[in-house]
């Protein structure tokens, strides 16, 4: 089985930066060849879940919500098994527990947004962004 352990979150003034990391455990290469999507969901208080950046690693296809677009920056190392996010000039509004997710195959972009699409997810990680 998959697992998925998360790590960077924290707190931040307006306008910082911080870089989340998950890396999963559980599966060899040969399971899956490369062919799964990993990535980053949040939730807010008060708030639905939302998808905010995956990767499909076989095929490098990058996923980003509208409202971290040009701020966010999702990559990748294969070796370690390990996704970043990248997030630069956070807001208040960015502020939640950031998810982990995994899904074995690839995922178009008119679903990424989709949390059932997802099998296995992290534990979370808290990012507070102050004003």
């Known amino acids: 089985e998959v697992q998925l352990v998360e790590s960077g979150g924290g707190l931040v003034q307006t306008g910082g930066s911080l870089r989340l990391s998950c890396t999963a455990s559980?599966?060899?290469?040969?399971?899956?060849?490369?062919?799964?999507?990993i990535g980053w969901f949040r939730q807010a208080p008060g708030k639905e879940r939302e998808g905010v950046s995956v990767i499909s690693i076989s095929i490098g296809l990058t996923y980003y919500s509208d409202s971290v677009k040009g701020r966010f920056s999702i990559s990748n190392d294969n070796v370690k098994k390990t996704v970043y996010l990248q997030m630069n000039s956070l807001k208040p509004e960015d502020t939640a527990v950031y998810y982990c997710?995994?899904?074995?195959?690839?995922?178009?972009?008119?679903?990424?947004?989709?949390?059932?699409?997802?099998?296995?997810w992290g534990q979370g990680t808290q990012v507070t962004v102050s004003s």
């Open positions: 997710v995994f899904r074995v195959g690839i995922i178009g972009a008119e679903v990424a947004g989709d949390d059932s699409m997802y099998d296995y």
């Open positions: 559980g599966f060899l290469h040969e399971d899956y060849h490369d062919d799964y999507t």
